[in-house]
T-cell receptor
Framework: DVKVTQSSRYLVKRTGEKVFLECVQD?????MFWYRQDPGLGLRLIYF???????EKGDIPEGYSVSREKKERFSLILESASTNQTSMYLC????????????FGPGTRLTVT | KQEVTQIPAALSVPEGENLVLNCSFT??????LQWFRQDPGKGLTSLLL?????REQTSGRLNASLDKSSGRSTLYIAASQPGDSATYLC??????????FGKGITLSVRP
């Protein structure tokens, strides 16, 4: 079975802190994705990556950056956390760009105070 | 820009009922459509994936259909159970490999 893990289930940070959210997949997937999910807004894509050291902006990249140094690991970085980044963050991966399904991690509930 | 709509936002049914969840999308140029289940506070679990060339997929009590030309998909749940209570999301994959999600239907199955 595909497994996507995220470093924390719950995280509380202060405004202005630098925050790292880690995601690891164990199926040698090329593609990895970061989403945030908010009530009434649904899931929105922040960044995605087709390969190591490659990244593409999603629909809401402002205030975020990403890093993919190894194929299995995709990190989301909040350079200076703000209260409007309080959200559920979901990581996903898929095998290749065309037909394969996306598999999701359990999510990280981030609260910025 | 692709838009995915799921109506209604919430649904409550008695146990044992067969039910249909609807999903519509505006751009028929899709690679596939995926149905997910999400329990409160948890991640998404993939239920069914339908490729653009397929009409339907089945898994146990679940059956998903796709009509690409009309921009519609349905998820049929047979003999619903309280354990089916969750939010069901559909998502379509376009040419950039990105998924566009609907906002989901929150299903409650009453014992």
């Amino acid at each position: 079975d595909v497994k996507v893990t995220q470093s924390s289930r719950y995280l509380v940070k202060r405004t202005g802190e630098k925050v790292f959210l880690e995601c690891v997949q164990d199926m040698d997937h090329e593609n990895m994705f970061w989403y945030r999910q908010d009530p009434g807004l649904g899931l929105r894509l922040i960044y995605f990556s087709y390969d190591v050291k490659m990244k593409e902006k999603g629909d809401i990249p402002e205030g975020y950056s990403v890093s993919r140094e190894k194929k299995e690991r995709f990190s989301l970085i909040l350079e200076s956390a703000s209260t409007n980044q309080t959200s559920m963050y979901l990581c996903a991966s898929s095998f290749w760009a065309g037909l394969d399904e996306q598999y999701f991690g359990p999510g990280t509930r981030l609260t910025v105070t | 820009k692709q838009e995915v709509t799921q109506i209604p936002a919430a649904l409550s049914v008695p146990e044992g009922e067969n039910l249909v969840l609807n999903c519509s999308f505006t751009d028929s140029a899709i690679y596939n459509l995926q149905w997910f289940r999400q329990d409160p506070g948890k991640g998404l679990t993939s239920l069914l994936l339908i490729q653009s060339s397929q009409r339907e997929q089945t898994s146990g009590r679940l059956n998903a259909s796709l009509d690409k030309s009309s921009g519609r998909s349905t998820l049929y749940i047979a003999a619903s159970q309280p354990g089916d209570s969750a939010t069901y999301l559909c998502a379509v994959k376009g040419w950039e490999s990105k998924l566009t999600f609907g906002k989901g239907i929150t299903l409650s199955v009453r014992p």
